[in-house]
């Protein structure tokens, strides 16, 4: 499930590596985990990724903001931590 993926992101602040590039990472939750604000910004160019994600009782609900569901996607499925 895709929110589970991003749910290992922690909440608040957190740094990652996206394409051999370092992103800054902000996660917030609101309704118990129901509802996730992603927003990575590059650190050192200006890409960006943000998304709201909806989990309901019958389906995870992805709205990617001003971008492609695939870059969304392909972010969250390949960002790496930093250790």
Do not use: W
């Not at 890409?47 to 709201?52: K, R």
């Not at 492609?68 to 996607?73: D, L, Q, S, T």
């Amino acid at each position: 499930m895709l929110i589970d993926k991003i749910k290992q992101f922690p909440l608040g602040y957190s740094e990652v590596y996206y394409q051999n590039k370092k992103y800054g990472v902000s996660r917030s939750e609101f309704n118990q985990g129901k509802s996730i604000k992603l927003y990575a910004k590059e650190l050192a160019g200006d890409d960006f990724i943000s998304l709201n994600i909806y989990s309901t009782s019958t389906a995870e609900i992805l709205k990617p903001c001003e971008m492609p569901e695939h870059k969304v996607i392909d972010f969250i499925n390949n960002f790496r931590p930093i250790i």
